[in-house]
């Protein structure tokens, strides 16, 4: 393992979402990241937020199983996990007795609405969280109903990547003389906390709730989409006012008059501007209006889908996505190091693929191992070496 964060071992719960968005983080960085799967686990060799790590199948509702993961808790330094409150208790792996075990573990718990409160017992999705947090009624358009975000913002912006932040700092307070202690990370505060901005803008007055009304969710002309001649979108985001002239100047609207006479920033000229940019946008294809705002700071690019995204220009000249598994592309690790550059990924290993190498790390015997495996409390994929050959050459064709 190679990175900025090597020599920790982390061990990962499975979970969906920002549980595993936080260890692919960390195992990207160098950390030694070990999934606990479950037996029913099915393998997907596409799994991005499953790279890097290895696997271990564990049946933890089993006894057996329970103290087998309680041993290799003992030998981390972290811990994820992300079932709803009480769970992990249930199992015998809460964090009072594993931190008992191992005073210095940072003990991680995601959830979306935290350990306490009156819905942490209730289920919940990104655009849940985003709801009661105030920030769903930020996004969309005006007159039309708020629009969820995909589920970037609770689930990996607001719980995966604050997680991570969550536990690296706790580790660092642990190598600074500090005692291991328990992360609350709930995606609906990280939401809340994303929206710092927002919340600003509002108590000083200078937001309005009605969605779609400001200048950067869509209510400006000069910070929005536009349709263009091929039916692809054209992304434009002039705000200072030397970029929106530099804008108005090669959209050929420096001298319309209905662009002059107010300020750039009144609402009031808003829907006129907004209909006159469609109008002009709307002449011309994407590429064509890309192609004009490929040099100068107009703060105008290309809505690119995800299959054009990697061949972009800049894209490719920053190597930011890499073919981790055949065919098949993934953004790279970020942010980047200069001294402790990231590890290149490998690709999601089989549930149970790596059970038999962490069970003989542990001290397991051979007797004891096959015990395990009868009982059930432990599931084993014995592997084609030509499957480890192939990554190890997907990895050094990489590195070159």
């Given at each position: 393992?190679?990175?900025?964060?090597?020599g920790?071992?982390i061990?990962?719960f499975q979970?969906i979402g920002p549980?595993p968005f936080?260890?692919?983080m960390?195992?990207?960085h160098?950390?030694?990241?070990?999934?606990i799967?479950?037996?029913?686990?099915?393998?997907?060799?596409?799994d991005?937020l499953g790279?890097?790590?290895?696997?271990i199948v564990?049946?933890?509702?089993?006894?057996?199983?329970?103290a087998l993961a309680?041993?290799l808790?003992a030998s981390a330094?972290?811990?994820?996990?992300g079932y709803?409150p009480?769970?992990m208790e249930?199992?015998?792996l809460?964090?009072?007795?594993?931190l008992a075990?191992n005073?210095k573990l940072?003990?991680g718990?995601?959830?979306?609405?935290?350990q306490?409160?009156?819905?942490?017992q209730t289920?919940g999705?990104?655009?849940?969280?985003l709801?009661?947090s105030?920030?769903?009624s930020?996004?969309?358009?005006?007159?039309?109903?708020?629009?969820?975000?995909?589920?970037?913002?609770?689930d990996?912006?607001?719980?995966?990547m604050l997680?991570?932040?969550g536990?690296?700092?706790?580790l660092l307070?642990v190598?600074?003389?500090g005692q291991?202690?328990?992360i609350d990370?709930?995606?609906?505060?990280?939401a809340?906390l994303l929206?710092?901005m927002?919340?600003?803008l509002w108590s000083g007055?200078y937001?309005?709730?009605?969605?779609?009304t400001n200048?950067v969710?869509?209510g400006?002309?000069?910070?929005?989409?536009?349709?263009c001649?091929d039916?692809?979108?054209?992304?434009v985001g002039a705000?200072?006012p030397?970029f929106?002239?530099?804008?108005?100047e090669?959209?050929g609207?420096?001298?319309d008059?209905?662009?002059t006479?107010t300020?750039?920033?009144?609402p009031?000229?808003?829907p006129?501007?907004?209909?006159?940019m469609?109008?002009v946008?709307a002449?011309?294809?994407?590429?064509?209006w890309?192609?004009l705002?490929?040099d100068?700071d107009g703060?105008?690019?290309?809505?690119l889908?995800?299959?054009e995204?990697?061949e972009?220009?800049?894209?490719r000249a920053?190597?930011?996505?890499?073919?981790?598994v055949?065919g098949?592309?993934?953004p790279?690790?970020?942010?980047?190091f200069?001294?402790?550059?990231?590890q290149v990924?490998?690709q999601a290993r089989?549930?149970?693929e790596d059970?038999?190498a962490?069970?003989r790390e542990?001290?397991?015997?051979?007797?004891?191992?096959?015990?395990?495996e009868?009982?059930?409390?432990v599931?084993?994929?014995?592997?084609?070496?030509?499957d480890?050959?192939?990554?190890a050459?997907?990895?050094a064709?990489?590195?070159r």
């Open positions: 393992m190679t990175g900025l964060l090597s920790l071992r061990i990962e979970g549980g936080c260890g692919m960390l195992a990207d160098g950390a030694e990241v070990i999934r799967d479950r037996p029913e686990t099915r393998h997907d060799p596409h991005t790279r890097s790590r290895r696997s564990i049946d933890t509702r089993q006894p057996d199983g329970a309680r041993r808790c330094d972290a811990v994820i996990e709803r009480g769970v249930k199992l015998g809460g964090p009072e007795v594993l075990d005073p940072v003990y718990r995601i959830t979306g609405w935290g306490d409160g009156p819905l942490a289920a999705h990104d655009i849940n969280y709801a009661i105030g920030v769903l930020t996004i969309g358009r005006e007159g039309e109903n708020p629009v969820p975000p995909v589920n970037y913002v609770a990996f912006g607001g719980g995966g997680f991570a932040f536990l690296v700092a706790a307070h190598r600074m003389g291991g202690q328990v990370a709930a995606m609906t505060d990280g809340s929206a710092g927002t919340w600003q007055g937001w309005n709730e009605a969605t779609g200048w969710d869509s400006a002309p000069f910070y929005d989409t536009y349709r001649a039916g692809k979108h054209l992304a705000i200072e030397k929106h002239a530099l804008m108005l090669r959209f609207l420096a001298g008059p209905v662009f006479g300020d750039q920033m009144d009031a000229a808003w006129a501007r907004k209909r006159r469609a109008e946008i002449t011309r294809s994407r590429d064509e890309a192609a705002f490929a100068p703060c105008v690019s290309p809505v889908s995800l299959g995204a990697p972009h220009p800049h894209q920053r190597q930011a996505f890499v073919e981790v055949p098949g592309l993934q790279a690790p970020a942010p980047r200069s001294a402790t550059p990231a990924p490998w089989r549930p149970g059970t038999l962490v069970l542990l001290g397991c015997g051979e007797e004891e191992i096959a015990r395990l009868a009982e059930g409390a599931r084993a994929v014995r592997g084609d070496p030509a480890d050959e192939l990554l050459m997907m990895g064709r990489k590195r």
